[in-house]
């Protein structure tokens, strides 16, 4: 139920590294009612208009740090609490075209006793 409000729609944008897009970011909400420690999170799947893009190549962004996936493993100090924005970095070389863009993302978590697994799709618009 909580999928609908994983994406956010104002953090979805491209990155730039000294004026020249690299890929784009977006923001993410936790499906889950009580948040999880960032060690919990096993996987992002993140598809962009039929462009999969590799787990291994994404980033994480959280309370003024970031992470790659592997990062995210032994993150066991760093809550994410529920109804905090994650952002997910994912390269991209000239970024996105402004406009409208078909945003697919699963995230698979792994507390104690349980797998979460969060789906959710959306029609998203990239603005310069």
């Known amino acids: 139920m909580l999928e609908k409000h ?3 729609t104002r953090h979805f944008n491209n990155v730039y590294d000294d004026g020249v897009a690299t890929g784009f970011r977006l923001g993410v909400r936790i499906p889950y009612y009580r948040g999880v420690w960032l060690a ?3 996987r992002f799947e993140l598809t962009v208009d039929g462009d999969a893009f590799a787990p291994d190549t994404l980033r994480v962004a959280y309370k ?3 992470y790659s996936m592997e990062e995210l493993a032994v993150a066991e100090t ?9 952002t997910l970095i994912a390269p991209k070389a000239g970024g996105l075209d402004p406009g409208l863009h078909r945003v697919e ?7 104690a006793f349980t797998t979460i697994v969060g789906r959710t799709e959306r029609a998203l618009t990239l603005v310069q």
């Open 6 to 8: 994983m994406v956010v």
């Open 40 to 42: 919990v999170i096993s």
């Open 64 to 66: 003024g740090e970031e």
């Open 78 to 86: 760093v809550h994410w609490d529920f109804g905090d924005v994650l």
């Open 105 to 111: 993302l699963a995230l698979t978590l792994l507390p």
